[in-house]
């Protein structure tokens, strides 16, 4: 079963800083001005951002979900996915990594934190 919109949303939503906007029929998440999760308009791709040093090594290992964004995307931090592919156990480490990398480190290492404490109390 394929990642849909409102998976992502459940993760997204929440997070500091991010919000969810509709451009030209793709939904998105932005920090600020920077988009860091974006839906194909069908709903069947997934950008997010992502090192770029780092891409490469990730969709030669994993070619059947990952790939690389289009030619005039190259030269942002970004990877796409097929939704279809992707296992949803995987897609809060997608989610919240792509929103660590543009939001400041003051705002992501608290909330990293205060998971890292929630897990501890449940333990």
Known sequence: MAVTV?????IATPLPRAYEVVVRDRVKWRVGSIVWL??????????????????????ESEPDVFFLPGQVD????????WTDALDLDRLPELVLDAW??????SVSAPYFAGLGAGLGADR
């Open 38 to 59: 974006a839906f194909s308009r069908d709903e069947t791709e997934l950008g997010f951002a992502f090192p770029r040093e780092e891409r490469a090594a990730l969709v």
């Open 6 to 10: 409102e998976d992502v949303r459940r």
């Open 100 to 105: 660590a990398m543009v939001v400041p480190k």
């Open 74 to 81: 190259l030269r942002y931090q970004w990877v796409e996915a």
